[in-house]
């Protein structure tokens, strides 16, 4: 995998300095060069995947407490994470327009930049109150 991302590189630079002529039958060549880079790219995904399944397998020491993820567990994990995506959502849904309406006033009136500029961060704040809760009920949890 190393030797393929340094083979690209290689092959960039060069490319870089020596370019290829007009005449060349450069999309040819280029189709098996590809070719060649995907189908090494694959042979390493796979080797990888076979050497990380080895470790995954492995037997874990004796020393090591592994905490057990429950159902209700990760349900609770979901839960969590549920008020930072909707207030992130919602936060994304008033900066649009806010931020649509202050690039207009803005253009039209300058001094204004420091009103646009509260007003976009009290639509920024929304997501950080969704961030909030779910740090507070990460406390709960744990």
Not at 43 to 55: D, K, M, P, V, Y
Request: net charge neutral; glycine share 14%.
């Amino acid at each position: 995998m190393t030797l393929s991302l340094l083979g690209i590189i290689a092959i960039g630079i060069y490319f870089e300095i020596v370019p290829l002529s007009k005449q060349a039958n450069a999309q040819r060549w280029l189709k098996g060069t590809v070719g060649i880079n995907l189908f090494v790219f694959v042979l390493a995904q796979i080797g990888l995947l076979l050497l990380g399944i080895q470790e995954v397998m492995a037997e874990p020491t004796t020393t090591e407490a592994a905490r057990e993820i429950t159902v209700g567990m990760g349900l609770a994990m979901i839960g969590i994470g549920i008020p930072t995506a909707f207030a992130t959502i919602g936060a994304g849904i008033a900066v649009g327009p806010v931020g649509a309406a202050s690039l207009a006033v803005i253009a039209e009136k300058p001094e204004m930049f420091g009103r646009t500029l509260v007003y976009l961060g009290l639509a920024e704040g929304i997501a950080i109150y969704g961030l909030v809760v779910t740090i507070l009920l990460l406390g709960k949890l744990g």
